[in-house]
Each structure stands twice: as structure tokens, then as C-alpha cells.
């Protein structure tokens, strides 16, 4: 609808200045994929643009809506013949989305919402813990480090970690005017929120309790205002003003308590 979802620096893996898709994929009424557009409303990308239209209100009342649960309860407890000891977890996901006439014939609404509440997985455990990955070591050195962390340093390194809460939530407003017969004016809000959680260092031969994890979140928010306007059967104008706010955090979890770090 006009403003560019890039990834501004290049440190994420999904290409997108959030954490998932920053809209619901329920709000799209078309997606196309061009391949080095020669155009010159296209900038700050190479190779590939993908455009993605959001949906419109009509004369008709029209929507959807949806969920979508899953949980430890519903996946395997071995792993090729070895019982493994899951995270307990739960994720769901829903949403809705309605187009609805404000004014027959003239102003129409689209609404777009949607919230996923999930679960950040770790996996790791000491030996004979019964973990999807169990690290070289006992039960009882790591009992000893973190009694020495706590006596010696007075450091709490927390317990270990299995599963914490993360959420994401995507809100989508489009509004648009037909102003007569050759004028047409829309404006579209965005808003996406969401985090997730991870280790501060990632090798799988590497134990790491809670305290030493991080979140990992993004907020955005972006605004776009077009005038569409056909002056004759040959010659077409279009003014867009957008706007685009993205927020990132990373957060260690002792900092969010109040404890230590930064």
C-alpha cells in the first residue's frame, strides 16, 4: 500500500523490520512478485520486490475469522525409540478481519486484527535429564555452579530454562474515499508488536540458564495517505505520504527484573 517493509539493517532473517510478518496475511487482497522493476516508485531493494495490496471495504459486509491451537500434549514424547522430556508449552493464534460501507457508494472501512501468544522452546538439560538435547554435564556440577554463583558472587543465574511466554499482534485500518468519479483517497494505519526469546550464545555444546537469555522484539507502526486522481482518459496523478516507525529492543532477561545487567 506504499511504504516499504525492509529490514532497515540487515540483522533479522525473515527480510521484514519485524520479528514475523508485520500484517495479518488474512488482510491481502493481492500479492505479486516482480522481478527488477524498472519503475520509479520502487527504491531500496535489489533483485526481487514483492507488492502486497491490502483488502477494501465494499457496499457488502464481508470478513473472516480463525484459530489455531497446539501444545506439548499434541507431539511426540520419544525421539528415535528415547523418551525425551518436552517443554510444556501451549500456542494459539486467531483473528478477524471485516470490510463494511461507512457511506453507500463513497467511504468504506477494513479492519484487520490478529494476536499470537506462544512459547519461546529450550531444549537443552544435563545428563540424564531426559532434555531433546542433553549438553555434557551433570546434574549435580551444574547444582555446584549455581550454588557457587549464588554464595560466592551473589549472583542468581536462574533456573533452567524450558519454555517462556512470547506474543505477537498485528492491527490493520484502511480507509478509503471516493471523492467523485476522478478523485479517490486512502489511508492505511499499520501496527505490529512481538518478541521472542534467546540464548546469549548459541552452540548446542553450550549450557545456558535462564538468567543469561535475552528478548528480542520489534514495534511498528506506519501510516500511508494516497490521492489517486484521473484528470483524462491519458493522464493519471497519485500523491502518497507515508510514514514508517520501527522500535527495536533487546533485552536481557535479569535487566526486565531489575536485577543486574543492561
Same mark, same amino acid.
Given at each position: 500500500?506504499?511504504?516499504?517493509?525492509?529490514?532497515?539493517?540487515?540483522?533479522?532473517?525473515?527480510?521484514?523490520?519485524?520479528?514475523?510478518?508485520?500484517?495479518?496475511?488474512?488482510?491481502?487482497?493481492?500479492?505479486?512478485?516482480?522481478?527488477?522493476?524498472?519503475?520509479?516508485?520502487?527504491?531500496?531493494?535489489? =533483485?526481487?520486490?514483492?507488492? +502486497?495490496?491490502?483488502?477494501? =471495504?465494499?457496499?457488502?459486509?464481508?470478513?473472516?475469522?480463525?484459530?489455531?491451537? =497446539?501444545?506439548?500434549?499434541?507431539?511426540?514424547?520419544? /525421539?528415535?525409540?528415547?523418551?525425551? +522430556?518436552?517443554?510444556?508449552?501451549?500456542?494459539?493464534?486467531?483473528?478477524?478481519?471485516?470490510?463494511?460501507? /461507512?457511506?453507500?457508494?463513497?467511504?468504506?472501512?477494513?479492519?484487520?486484527?490478529?494476536?499470537?501468544?506462544?512459547?519461546?522452546?529450550?531444549?537443552?538439560? +544435563?545428563?540424564?535429564?531426559?532434555?531433546?538435547?542433553?549438553?555434557?554435564?551433570?546434574?549435580?556440577? /551444574?547444582?555446584?555452579?549455581?550454588?557457587?554463583?549464588?554464595?560466592?558472587?551473589?549472583?542468581?543465574?536462574?533456573?533452567?530454562?524450558?519454555?517462556?511466554?512470547?506474543?505477537?499482534?498485528?492491527?490493520?485500518?484502511?480507509?478509503?474515499?471516493?471523492?467523485?468519479? +476522478?478523485?479517490?483517497?486512502?489511508?492505511?494505519?499499520?501496527?505490529?508488536?512481538?518478541?521472542?526469546?534467546?540464548?546469549?550464545?548459541?552452540?548446542?555444546?553450550?549450557?545456558?540458564?535462564?538468567?543469561?537469555?535475552?528478548?528480542?522484539?520489534?514495534?511498528?507502526?506506519?501510516?500511508?495517505?494516497?490521492?489517486?486522481?484521473?484528470?483524462?482518459?491519458?493522464?493519471?496523478?497519485?500523491?502518497?505520504?507515508?510514514?514508517?516507525?520501527?522500535?527495536?529492543?533487546?533485552?536481557?532477561?535479569?535487566?526486565?527484573? =531489575?536485577?543486574?545487567?543492561?
Amino acid at each position: 500500500d506504499g511504504v516499504k517493509m525492509n529490514d532497515s539493517f540487515g540483522l533479522g532473517s525473515n527480510g521484514y523490520p519485524t520479528i514475523r510478518m508485520p500484517f495479518s496475511y488474512d488482510a491481502l487482497s493481492q500479492v505479486t512478485v516482480e522481478i527488477a522493476p524498472f519503475d520509479v516508485i520502487y527504491s531500496g531493494f535489489t =533483485g526481487c520486490n514483492i507488492n +502486497a495490496v491490502t483488502k477494501t =471495504g465494499t457496499n457488502e459486509i464481508h470478513g473472516g475469522a480463525f484459530y489455531d491451537y =497446539g501444545s506439548d500434549s499434541l507431539q511426540g514424547d520419544s /525421539l528415535e525409540g528415547d523418551s525425551i +522430556a518436552s517443554p510444556s508449552y501451549s500456542d494459539k493464534r486467531y483473528g478477524f478481519n471485516v470490510g463494511f460501507p /461507512l457511506l453507500k457508494d463513497t467511504v468504506f472501512g477494513f479492519v484487520s486484527y490478529e494476536k499470537y501468544e506462544g512459547s519461546s522452546i529450550f531444549t537443552r538439560g +544435563a545428563i540424564g535429564s531426559g532434555a531433546i538435547n542433553e549438553v555434557g554435564l551433570r546434574q549435580e556440577d /551444574l547444582d555446584e555452579i549455581v550454588r557457587i554463583s549464588n554464595e560466592l558472587y551473589q549472583y542468581d543465574p536462574g533456573p533452567v530454562p524450558t519454555s517462556i511466554p512470547e506474543e505477537d499482534e498485528k492491527l490493520l485500518v484502511r480507509l478509503d474515499w471516493n471523492i467523485n468519479d +476522478a478523485h479517490r483517497l486512502s489511508y492505511t494505519y499499520n501496527y505490529n508488536d512481538g518478541n521472542f526469546f534467546a540464548e546469549s550464545d548459541g552452540d548446542l555444546n553450550e549450557f545456558e540458564l535462564q538468567n543469561h537469555l535475552y528478548e528480542v522484539g520489534t514495534e511498528l507502526q506506519s501510516h500511508v495517505l494516497s490521492l489517486y486522481s484521473d484528470w483524462n482518459d491519458k493522464f493519471s496523478t497519485e500523491i502518497r505520504y507515508s510514514y514508517l516507525d520501527v522500535d527495536n529492543r533487546q533485552n536481557s532477561l535479569e535487566n526486565q527484573t =531489575g536485577a543486574v545487567g543492561g
